[in-house]
């Protein structure tokens, strides 16, 4: 019997995200090698650790998989040298995002590693038997896989993985999930209908362009064993819940309603999904009718809270940049349709790309104010993030040929052509930084199990009011590079020290409740 250690290496956020990928992967590994392995599943976040090295100190390992997230690289880096230390005789695996998105940069500094890109629910178990029975020549026949070989990159054919064909996944950490207020998290489709937003990476992920819907029972079971163990507020990860399938919605929405009434699924549990902004507004199939109808069906069913990747409301950002397939008015149309619905809105939005002019940061804002979106729990002033394997990478990787991979942040660094755009950026980000960990806490808050007594509104409601201070503050910043006089720094100094004391105000309403809640519910640091 080979022990096999699985490991979900969480993210520098104190946010508690259930590791539904390595929870995954575990059936189809007990699957294709049974009896011949023990697997065990464990996450760094959840057991509030830095490194693998604490597991393999207490047993030893044949083969270890390592999960990688954005930002963590530290902690991977760790768990490689403990891996080497305490487990040298061990293969190890990595997936995950460096994996599917930077696996020859990892490759050229872990050389003896194996990266499973994208999917691996087929490619795992046969690469881990083929290293168990000592054929390494075989992986190149394995699909999805990168690694080194006679000092050459091999990269395996990419193959989609068939989601008819999907196992449950194995709930082995769920319940210390919702013990610690975290998410959990299911799936009911991969992929993008779309797939075609220049800075996403779904392409990559899953190995082409195809929407994949996963049955409807597995859904229900799934959502059942979720019901099962106590969660009230489930994710659905899927990229696209729509899909171009909107009847199976319908058919979803009315068995998850059974499963209530029969008793199955709790009651009280609410979902959310992930939409594109075309999909609330009907486009393809019926308009904005049928999509209200869709959405009200969704809503009896027990929808709570819809993410909506509007990304802008500049219109080259959104036509020639970010390809997003959307106008700014749609947009709107799109977060006026679910506030109206009665339904919670998650925003993505990416205020900043390398090629941001001053006016474009302006058309953001006025989007902002238009939408009615300032005074609202999302970050909406972020940057772009080019991550490698993206079209938007793809196209940087070949104008900057230097260019190399931030391995922690799974992007490419870039510097805005926009000299004013560049000072703004930055003295947001400083802005920032004073409550930027309180923020994530408060949003991990929100985003998992909420403690019977407490409230998200209320918790999204604090949040909102820093948002909007620093909508408020990147309107002074910007207004000081509109107005075309001198003193630019003495004034950003300026609009800084007024803000503070906006700021102070409103910490000296909120602070002991946003500290009380951080040191309830969270690991939280000062
Ligand atoms: S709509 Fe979302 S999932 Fe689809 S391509 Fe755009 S960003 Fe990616």
Not at 110 to 120: A, D, K, L
Not at 167 to 188: C, D, F, N, S, W
Not at 499 to 524: G, K, M, P
Request: glycine share 8%; aromatic share 10%; charged share 25%.
């Amino acid at each position: 019997m080979k022990n096999v250690l699985l490991v979900d290496l969480g993210t520098p956020r104190d946010e508690i995200s259930e590791p539904l990928g390595i929870e995954t992967l575990a059936p189809y590994v007990e699957a294709a090698l049974g009896d011949q392995v023990s697997v065990d599943v464990k996450s760094l976040e959840l057991d509030n650790l830095e490194t693998v090295q604490p597991y393999l100190e207490q047993k030893k390992y044949a083969a270890i998989g390592l999960s990688t997230k954005i930002r963590a690289y530290d902690k991977f880096q760790r768990s490689m040298a403990a891996t080497m230390h305490y487990a040298s005789e061990s293969k190890v695996f990595i997936g995950d995002i460096l994996a599917t998105y930077a696996y020859d940069d990892v490759l050229g500094q872990y050389p003896e590693v194996i990266c499973v890109r994208g999917e691996g629910e087929e490619s795992f178990p046969l690469a881990l038997k083929a290293v168990f029975e000592q054929d390494d020549a075989r992986l190149e026949g394995i699909s999805n896989l990168a690694f080194i070989r006679s000092g050459r990159l091999v990269e395996t054919e990419r193959a989609p993985f068939d989601v008819k064909k999907a196992l449950l996944p194995k709930r082995l950490l769920t319940q210390e999930v919702l013990k610690q207020h975290g998410i959990g998290r299911l799936e009911a489709s991969r992929g993008c209908a779309y797939a075609n937003c220049g800075f996403c990476g779904v392409i990559e992920k899953y190995a082409g362009r195809e929407w994949k819907p996963f049955p409807l029972e597995f859904i229900l079971q799934d959502l059942t064993v979720l019901s099962e163990l106590g969660f009230i507020s489930p994710y659905f990860t899927d990229e696209d819940f729509f899909g171009n399938d909107t009847d199976r919605v319908t058919q979803l929405a009315g068995l998850i309603g059974e499963g209530k009434r029969a008793g199955n699924i709790n009651r009280d549990i609410n979902l959310y999904i992930n939409l594109r902004a075309n999909s609330i507004l009907g486009v393809g199939f019926g308009g904005e009718e049928e999509a209200v109808k869709l959405l009200t069906q969704l809503k009896v069913a027990g929808l709570r809270e819809v993410f909506v990747g509007i990304e802008s409301g500049c219109k080259d950002q959104l036509a020639k940049r970010y390809t997003k397939g959307v106008t700014k008015q749609k947009n709107i149309r799109a977060i006026n349709i679910l506030r109206d619905l009665g339904l919670e809105v998650d925003l993505g939005f990416i205020f900043f790309d390398e090629d941001s002019e001053l006016p474009e940061l302006r058309e953001n804002l006025n989007f902002i104010y238009e939408a009615n979106i300032a005074r609202h729990d999302c970050q909406l002033i972020k940057r772009l993030r080019v991550e490698p394997r993206t079209p938007i990478g793809v196209k940087f990787a070949a104008t900057h040929p230097s260019a190399k991979i931030d391995l922690n942040a799974v992007e490419y660094p870039y510097r805005f052509k926009s000299a004013a755009v560049e000072a703004i950026f930055y003295t947001f980000c400083e802005w920032q930084r004073a409550d930027l960990d309180v923020i994530y806490n408060l949003q991990a808050f929100c985003r998992g199990e909420i403690p019977s007594g407490y409230s998200r509104q209320e918790v999204k409601g604090i949040i909102s009011q820093y948002r909007e201070l620093d909508v408020q503050f990147l309107d002074a910043v910007i207004a000081v590079f509109e107005d075309g006089q001198d003193n630019k720094d003495g004034r950003v100094r300026e609009v800084i020290k007024e803000f503070a004391v906006h700021r102070n105000t409103l910490d000296s309403f909120l602070a002991q409740r946003v500290y009380w809640l951080n040191s309830n519910f969270r690991r939280f640091k000062t």
